[in-house]
C-alpha cells in the first residue's frame, strides 16, 4: 500500500504538477536539486555533507507523502540555511538555462537521428499533393496586422525593393538560410543585392511573369531596371515543413504510391538539359521528395498521361489521381521525355525500364517522380533510387497552417 500510494503522489507531482498546491511543487524541486547537487558532486564533498542532504531529501519526501504542509514548509527553509551556502548548491539562472538548451538539443538530435527528421520542401515539384515555395505578385503591401496573420498561417513574407539607380541583373542564386529555409539573393550591375526567402526557381518563374527574365536560342537574357522600378512586390508563402519518419523502414517495406524522402548521394541529379530552367533549382538539393512509383523488379513505362507498371496502369488512388488529370493537378498527367532531347535520360519515349531487384538490400532499386510532372527533376531524368539513398516516409505536414496540414498520403 504505501508503494502504490508513493506512486500516486509521484504521478501528481511530476505528472500533474500544474494542479498541485505551490507547497508540494516546492517540495518536490528541494528534493531535486538536493539530488542533482549530490550526484553531480559525489566525488568531492565529504561524507557528512552526503548525509546531510541525503537526511534532508528523505525527511521532505517523507512529510510529502504524508500530505504535511506545515513540515514541508519547514524543511524546505532548513535545507535553504544549511545547505544554501555549500559551494555550487545554488545554481545561477544562466547554468540552468544553458544545461537546459543542451539537454532540449540532444533530445532533438537523438530526435532527429533515429526517429522522426523535419524537412522544408523547396520546389514545386509535388503540387499540390504538398506546396513548395510560392511567389505571388501583390498590388500592394498590407499592413502589419495581415502580415503577422499570413506569417502565422500561411508562413508568409511580404518582399517589396525597388531600383535606386539604372542597373542590370547580373546573376540569381540561392543558398541555405537557418538550416530550414532557403534564401535567393539578386545582384546588380550596381553593387546591389535583393534577398528573397524563396527558392531560385519560384524567384525566376516570378521575374519570367514580369518580363524580366527571357530565354532566347542563344541563352537567358536578365532585365535591366531604371531608378524607381519595382524590382519585386510580391507574397512568398513557405515550403511545406513535414516531419520524416526514419524508423518505418526498419520493420516494414517501402509501399508503392506514398511519399518518401531520400537523399542524392552517387545520383547525378544534372542529367537535364542545362537551359531547362524550369527544373534547375532542383538541382543542387541534398535531400528530395517525390511519390515512391516504381518498386524493386517493376518494369516501367510513362504513356502520356499514364504511369504503365509492368504494362497496367498503376492503380495506387496517389499515382491514379496524377495520371487522371483533374485539377488542381496538371491536365496532361504523367510526361515522358523525347529520347532526342533528353539522350542522356532514365526514362523516355524510347521504351520500358527494369528497376533492379539485387541480392544486396542496399542496391535495391526504386524510382521517385513528382506530382507536378511538369516541374520535376526525377527519376525520369537521373534514374532509380537506390535503397541506401532512403530516408523515410514523409509521414506529417507541420506548418504552415493551410489545407496539408495532417497526415501525409
Same mark, same amino acid.
Given at each position: 500500500m504505501?508503494?502504490? #500510494?508513493?506512486?500516486?503522489?509521484?504521478?501528481?507531482?511530476?505528472? =500533474?504538477?500544474?494542479?498541485?498546491?505551490?507547497w508540494?511543487?516546492n517540495?518536490r524541486?528541494?528534493?531535486?536539486?538536493?539530488?542533482?547537487?549530490?550526484?553531480y558532486?559525489?566525488?568531492?564533498l565529504?561524507?557528512?555533507?552526503i548525509?546531510t542532504?541525503?537526511?534532508?531529501?528523505?525527511?521532505?519526501?517523507?512529510?510529502?507523502?504524508?500530505?504535511?504542509k506545515?513540515?514541508?514548509?519547514?524543511?524546505?527553509?532548513?535545507?535553504?540555511?544549511?545547505?544554501?551556502?555549500?559551494?555550487?548548491?545554488?545554481?545561477g539562472?544562466?547554468v540552468e538555462?544553458? +544545461? %537546459?538548451?543542451?539537454v &532540449?538539443?540532444?533530445?532533438? =538530435?537523438?530526435?532527429?537521428?533515429?526517429?522522426?527528421?523535419p524537412?522544408r &520542401?523547396p520546389?514545386?515539384?509535388?503540387?499540390?499533393?504538398?506546396?513548395?515555395i510560392?511567389?505571388? *505578385?501583390?498590388?500592394?503591401i *498590407?499592413?502589419? %496586422?495581415?502580415r503577422?496573420? @499570413?506569417?502565422?498561417t500561411?508562413? %508568409?513574407?511580404y518582399?517589396e525593393a525597388?531600383?535606386?539607380t539604372?542597373s542590370? =541583373?547580373?546573376? &540569381?542564386?540561392?543558398?541555405?538560410?537557418w /538550416? =530550414?529555409?532557403?534564401?535567393?539573393?539578386?545582384?546588380?550591375? @550596381?553593387?546591389s543585392k535583393?534577398?528573397?526567402?524563396?527558392?531560385?526557381?519560384?524567384?525566376m518563374?516570378?521575374?519570367?511573369?514580369q518580363?524580366?527574365?527571357?530565354?532566347t *536560342?542563344t541563352?537567358?537574357?536578365?532585365?535591366?531596371?531604371?531608378?524607381?522600378?519595382?524590382?519585386?512586390?510580391?507574397r512568398?508563402?513557405?515550403?511545406?515543413?513535414i516531419?520524416v519518419?526514419?524508423?518505418?523502414?526498419?520493420?516494414?517495406?517501402p509501399?508503392?504510391?506514398?511519399?518518401f524522402?531520400?537523399?542524392?548521394?552517387?545520383i547525378?541529379?544534372s542529367?537535364?538539359?542545362?537551359?531547362?530552367v524550369?527544373?534547375?533549382?532542383?538541382?543542387?538539393?541534398?535531400?528530395y521528395i517525390k511519390?515512391?512509383?516504381?518498386?524493386?523488379?517493376?518494369?516501367?513505362?510513362?504513356?502520356t498521361?499514364?504511369?504503365?507498371?509492368?504494362? #497496367?496502369?498503376?492503380?495506387?488512388?496517389?499515382i491514379?489521381?496524377?495520371?487522371?488529370?483533374?485539377?488542381?493537378?496538371? #491536365? +496532361?498527367?504523367y510526361? %515522358?521525355?523525347?529520347?532526342?532531347?533528353n539522350?542522356?535520360?532514365?526514362?523516355?519515349?524510347?521504351?520500358?525500364?527494369?528497376?533492379?531487384?539485387?541480392?544486396?538490400?542496399?542496391?535495391?532499386?526504386?524510382?521517385?517522380?513528382?506530382?507536378?510532372?511538369?516541374?520535376?527533376?526525377?527519376?525520369?531524368y537521373?534514374? *532509380?533510387?537506390?535503397?541506401?539513398?532512403?530516408?523515410?516516409?514523409?509521414?506529417?505536414? /507541420?506548418?504552415?497552417f493551410?489545407?496539408?496540414?495532417?497526415?501525409? +498520403?
Amino acid at each position: 500500500m504505501k508503494y502504490i #500510494k508513493s506512486l500516486l503522489f509521484w504521478l501528481l507531482d511530476n505528472a =500533474l504538477a500544474w494542479f498541485t498546491p505551490a507547497w508540494r511543487r516546492n517540495g518536490r524541486e528541494a528534493i531535486n536539486t538536493l539530488n542533482r547537487y549530490v550526484n553531480y558532486n559525489r566525488h568531492t564533498l565529504p561524507p557528512e555533507t552526503i548525509e546531510t542532504c541525503t537526511r534532508h531529501r528523505d525527511d521532505i519526501d517523507a512529510a510529502l507523502l504524508n500530505w504535511d504542509k506545515e513540515n514541508t514548509t519547514r524543511l524546505i527553509k532548513l535545507v535553504e540555511v544549511q545547505c544554501g551556502e555549500m559551494p555550487g548548491f545554488k545554481r545561477g539562472a544562466v547554468v540552468e538555462m544553458v +544545461e %537546459s538548451f543542451f539537454v &532540449i538539443m540532444v533530445i532533438f =538530435l537523438g530526435l532527429r537521428t533515429y526517429y522522426v527528421q523535419p524537412f522544408r &520542401i523547396p520546389t514545386g515539384s509535388m503540387q499540390p499533393s504538398l506546396n513548395g515555395i510560392i511567389v505571388h *505578385p501583390v498590388d500592394e503591401i *498590407p499592413g502589419m %496586422s495581415k502580415r503577422i496573420w @499570413d506569417m502565422i498561417t500561411l508562413g %508568409s513574407a511580404y518582399v517589396e525593393a525597388k531600383a535606386e539607380t539604372f542597373s542590370t =541583373l547580373l546573376t &540569381i542564386e540561392d543558398h541555405p538560410k537557418w /538550416l =530550414l529555409f532557403t534564401e535567393t539573393t539578386l545582384t546588380f550591375s @550596381d553593387g546591389s543585392k535583393v534577398n528573397i526567402p524563396s527558392a531560385k526557381g519560384a524567384v525566376m518563374q516570378y521575374l519570367k511573369e514580369q518580363g524580366k527574365f527571357t530565354e532566347t *536560342p542563344t541563352g537567358i537574357r536578365l532585365g535591366t531596371y531604371r531608378p524607381g522600378d519595382t524590382i519585386i512586390r510580391a507574397r512568398v508563402d513557405a515550403g511545406d515543413m513535414i516531419l520524416v519518419n526514419r524508423m518505418a523502414y526498419h520493420f516494414r517495406k517501402p509501399k508503392r504510391g506514398e511519399t518518401f524522402v531520400f537523399d542524392t548521394r552517387d545520383i547525378n541529379t544534372s542529367m537535364q538539359p542545362p537551359s531547362d530552367v524550369q527544373t534547375g533549382d532542383q538541382q543542387a538539393g541534398t535531400h528530395y521528395i517525390k511519390r515512391l512509383c516504381g518498386l524493386p523488379g517493376d518494369t516501367m513505362q510513362i504513356t502520356t498521361p499514364f504511369l504503365l507498371i509492368n504494362g #497496367k496502369a498503376a492503380e495506387e488512388a496517389t499515382i491514379a489521381r496524377v495520371a487522371a488529370g483533374r485539377a488542381p493537378y496538371n #491536365k +496532361e498527367g504523367y510526361q %515522358s521525355l523525347e529520347r532526342r532531347r533528353n539522350p542522356l535520360a532514365f526514362m523516355t519515349d524510347k521504351g520500358p525500364v527494369h528497376l533492379q531487384n539485387t541480392t544486396d538490400p542496399n542496391m535495391r532499386e526504386y524510382a521517385a517522380l513528382g506530382d507536378n510532372t511538369t516541374n520535376s527533376l526525377d527519376s525520369r531524368y537521373w534514374g *532509380p533510387v537506390r535503397q541506401f539513398n532512403i530516408i523515410g516516409p514523409a509521414s506529417f505536414a /507541420l506548418w504552415p497552417f493551410t489545407e496539408h496540414w495532417g497526415n501525409i +498520403e
